[in-house]
């Protein structure tokens, strides 16, 4: 039971996280699988996931008998994940809006971009254009909020004693891995920004082309000789067909609302200056062109940060408090309300530059600064709580959720069970 707990709730935290890359070659014969009511699995659908865990868990999945156990599992999960997608749909009270799958969609891409390590790299891993992957990834995050939504319904109420929690601790306590060691961090962020000037320069020229195009010239000719978007520009600025969401916010909100033929005057989203003419709208979809002018900042934007962060971290070393100088100068405006704390973390699974940096401080003291996607940082260690193993009064709390945890996959198998008893289920083998 553990095991297809474990395996159930991964699937969850990966129902829109796995790589559309993984999914088998075009020119692979694909086969149906499985038969759940009038829907269908697919063996790529199977082999989506089962490339992912396994990517995931090398270790655990080395030869081959372990692989095809996998599949089983996963292929039973997707059967379940097919009756709870109809029953989401089916319960008018479990309702998904557009804006939690927008804002869902933007956190896991966000997430993937930053595992990667950038949205060039992003595009590069998947082969296909941001708009196309957004588009992949959306179907997902639904499906997936569906799932989440319902599985939630059916939790509600449901709690532990404490006579159940000394139960599980009981039960698993020679189980239990060392907790590892954490981490109490605070931050100082200081983004690599173009400035004012530059902004200025850019807005002005994206202005130039625009009073060009009121002037009567040629979009696709401006779009060649100017875009700084070189896929699209090659093209004469066509982005193509898009679906609502596929886009960023502001480039949407604008697009949305133009009259087929018109153009936009110059338009300001993270990648720049946009001219935005909508070439045709079909409901929910549209087909745009565009002409991009960039506002990357530039290594003299890179090195203006860090000095500026080196500053701020000698009149720390100087006897000036870390929090106050947060508060004041930090450019992560949430935590520098809190004088920059982070919060308390394992330290194995903060990314990777936040762990270099934080490895070798000692309490109080500040690391050097360092770069990552969102700007050039420095690290101060309030705290560090060293690897040791569980203990069921000072980790009441962790062991209970734990325990909680357990009831709830228990409960909702058995009502899950339930309902798959209610359903036409046909699995198929090679030979059929």
């Not at 086969?31 to 990517?55: G, K, N, P, T, Y």
């Not at 090398?58 to 599949?71: F, H, P, W």
């Not at 599980?168 to 000037?197: G, M, S």
């Not at 690290?379 to 062991?399: A, G, H, Q, Y």
Request: no cysteine; net charge negative.
């Amino acid at each position: 039971m553990a095991d297809k707990v474990a395996l159930f709730t991964l699937l969850l935290s990966i129902l829109f996280a796995a790589p559309a890359a993984l999914a088998q070659d075009g020119d692979t014969v694909d086969r149906v699988i499985a038969v759940v009511d009038d829907e269908i699995i697919l063996e790529s659908d199977v082999m989506l996931f089962v490339q992912d865990i396994v990517l995931r868990n090398r270790d655990q999945y080395r030869d081959q008998e372990a692989v095809e156990q996998l599949k089983k599992q996963v292929l039973e999960e997707l059967i379940n994940q097919k009756i709870l997608l109809s029953l989401a749909e089916d319960d008018t009270t479990i309702v998904v809006e557009d804006r939690e799958v927008d804002q869902t969609l933007d956190e896991r891409i966000n997430s993937v971009t930053r595992q990667l390590g950038g949205e060039e790299k992003l595009v590069e891993y998947y082969g296909k254009p941001m708009r196309q992957i957004r588009r992949d990834f959306r179907k997902q995050v639904r499906d997936g909020l569906f799932v989440d939504k319902i599985r939630s319904k059916r939790l509600q109420g449901i709690s532990v004693s404490r006579a159940e929690v000394e139960d599980f601790y009981r039960r698993h306590a020679d189980k239990f891995p060392d907790l590892p060691e954490r981490v109490h961090l605070a931050h100082i962020l200081k983004k690599i920004e173009p400035t004012e000037e530059a902004k200025d320069l850019a807005k002005a020229r994206a202005d130039s082309l625009y009073n060009l195009l009121l002037a009567g010239a040629n979009f696709e000719q401006l779009a060649i000789a100017n875009s700084d978007d070189r896929a699209s520009g090659a093209k004469g600025g066509l982005l193509g067909t898009t679906e609502r969401g596929d886009l960023v916010p502001d480039y949407e909100a604008v697009a949305f609302a133009l009259d087929e033929g018109e153009i936009s005057s110059p338009v300001l989203t993270r990648f720049g200056y946009h001219i935005i003419r909508l070439n045709w709208r079909r409901g929910e979809k549209i087909n745009t062109s565009h002409i991009l002018i960039n506002l990357k900042p530039t290594k003299d934007d890179e090195q203006r940060a860090l000095k500026e962060i080196t500053a701020l971290r000698e009149r720390i070393l100087g006897g000036e408090d870390f929090a106050e100088i947060a508060r004041e100068y930090s450019d992560d405006k949430e935590t520098a309300k809190e004088g920059g704390d982070l919060g308390w973390f394992d330290l194995a699974a903060i990314p990777s530059e936040f762990r270099l940096a934080a490895r070798d401080l000692k309490t109080g003291e500040v690391s050097e600064p360092f770069k990552t996607q969102f700007g050039i940082h420095i690290l101060k260690m309030l705290e560090r709580e060293p690897s040791r193993p569980v203990d069921l009064n000072r980790d009441w709390e962790f062991i209970s959720n734990q325990a909680l945890a357990e009831k709830q996959d228990r409960v909702f198998r058995e009502w899950l069970d339930k309902q798959r008893s209610k359903v036409y289920i046909r699995i198929l083998t090679g030979e059929e």
